[in-house]
């Protein structure tokens, strides 16, 4: 069963605007955690941010911030004044403790391009 | 500095034969990973390993090998038996408890598999 949707294929965005990046999960358990990744064309993948089932807060980390709603399901990245090292696939991840491991489950990734 | 390397870059691979990509890591992480991503899609685990001689399949298991002889070094092996071999392929690792909602896996530069 996929567990990690991401609905937008692509997306651009104007550099310094604003953008949101769509991530919905599947999973039964109450306690799990959701990762977002940022993948440029060199290929490595570079963490961003986390959140836990848990925290009550949404995550930040500098221009990164996750709106988290856990009825919903869905756990967007939101970045603040777009860059054009922004640029990249970014991919929602989720680490779900039934598992049994400490392996990601990923999603297909947003391709973000920003428009100077 | 603290990292994980994999070699080489670029693969190429003629049908037949087998292959090895290295992965060290010098973060004294305990759990390594090895994630396959085509195109357009996101990261499936092919093996994983918790601690030294010791490993797991993931999902996409069948025509791969591992071996975990030593902390730093998870190299994976492509067989013959992989009939759609051609892929960019991420080792990562981790460290932390098994079954931890936060455990943050760090990536390498990845290697590009190409079977001629």
């Known amino acids: 069963a996929q567990k990690i949707t991401q609905t937008q294929p692509g997306m651009f965005v104007q550099e310094k605007e604003a953008v949101t990046l769509d991530c919905t999960y599947d999973?039964?358990?109450?306690?799990?955690?959701l990762f977002w990744y940022k993948q440029p064309s060199s290929g490595e993948m570079i963490f961003l941010i986390y959140?836990?089932?848990?925290?009550?807060q949404n995550a930040t980390e500098g221009r990164y911030s996750l709106n988290f709603q856990k009825a919903r399901k869905s756990a967007n990245l939101v970045i603040s004044a777009s860059q054009l090292g922004d640029s990249a696939m970014y991919f929602c991840a989720m680490r779900d403790p039934q598992t049994g491991a400490n392996n990601l489950f990923f999603g297909t990734g947003t391709r973000l391009t920003v428009i100077p | 500095d603290g990292g994980i390397t994999q070699s080489p870059k670029y693969l190429f691979r003629k049908e037949g034969q087998n292959v090895t990509l290295s992965c060290e890591q010098n973060l004294n992480h305990d759990a390594m990973y090895w994630y396959r991503q085509d195109p357009g899609q996101g990261l499936r685990l092919i093996y994983y390993?918790?601690?030294?001689?010791?490993?797991q399949k993931g999902d996409i298991a069948e025509g791969y090998s591992v071996s975990r002889e030593k902390k730093e070094s998870f190299p994976l092996t492509v067989t013959s038996a992989q009939k759609n071999p051609t892929a960019f392929y991420l080792c990562a690792s981790s460290n932390g408890l098994a079954g931890a909602l936060y455990n943050e896996q760090f990536f390498g530069p990845g290697t590009r598999l190409t079977v001629l």
């Open positions: 959140q836990g089932s848990y925290d009550e």
């Open positions: 390993s918790q601690i030294v001689n010791d490993f």
């Open positions: 999973t039964s358990d109450q306690s799990y955690g």
